[in-house]
């Protein structure tokens, strides 16, 4: 009896030993793999200074100006890699008309974008990411400013005041300073439609994020 009482013990100790290590082994194969505490937070809001350079003209007759103001983006991370943002951006320039009968010369001008769409970081470390954007929506450009009441801008061959479509596609960079805090650089092919005509924009941001929300 007392023989039996020990193999029964020794047996018990034998498929524990052998059970123990593989359990074990199993809980360490499926852990998760830590977020770094630069990409842990599920929100970030980018405030910065925006550039765009714009064609106001419906030909080639006039010159192309360089446009500057600010851009606010709002980025909801669903994923460390994913997200879905809105961005709002305005900036504001001169436009130089042609010569024309009306006396009008420089002339002060704007444009407002607010777009919606999605964007991915590829490439990212504890101090550097890398990652592209492809955004929708659409403009007012306000091109009419200090116009007499019976001129517009297309009797010079400009673009009216009006919406149009526009869109951004292109890429993004951040430098972590902390968790919460980076440093982005926007570079962007920033397309419009206005008066039926397509231009071909290119715009940059610079500017802070903030990180937040787990």
Not at 102 to 109: D, Q, V
Not at 171 to 185: G, M
């Amino acid at each position: 009896m007392r023989f039996r009482s020990l193999s029964s013990v020794l047996f018990s100790a034998v498929l524990l030993a052998l059970f123990l290590p593989g359990a074990h082994a199993q809980v360490t194969a499926t852990a998760a793999t830590p977020v770094n505490p630069a990409y842990a937070h599920h929100w970030d809001v980018f405030v910065g200074g925006q550039y765009a350079h714009f064609n106001p003209a419906r030909g080639s007759n006039v010159q192309a100006i360089n446009m500057e103001g600010f851009n606010a983006t709002v980025t909801d991370w669903v994923k460390p890699g994913f997200g879905l943002e809105a961005s709002s951006r305005t900036v504001f320039g001169t436009i130089v008309p042609p010569l024309n009968p009306y006396g009008i010369k420089n002339y002060s001008a704007s444009q407002s974008l607010f777009l919606f769409g999605v964007a991915s970081r590829f490439f990212r470390t504890p101090r550097y990411d890398f990652g592209m954007h492809f955004d929708i929506g659409g403009a007012y450009g306000n091109f009419a400013k200090n116009y007499p009441a019976n001129v517009q801008p297309v009797n010079l061959g400009l673009i009216n005041s009006q919406l149009a479509f526009a869109a951004a596609v292109g890429a993004f960079s951040d430098y972590n300073v902390s968790p919460h805090w980076a440093v982005r650089l926007y570079t962007d092919w920033q397309p419009t439609r206005y008066s039926k005509t397509f231009q071909n924009e290119f715009a940059g941001a610079l500017g802070v994020v903030y990180k937040f929300g787990k």
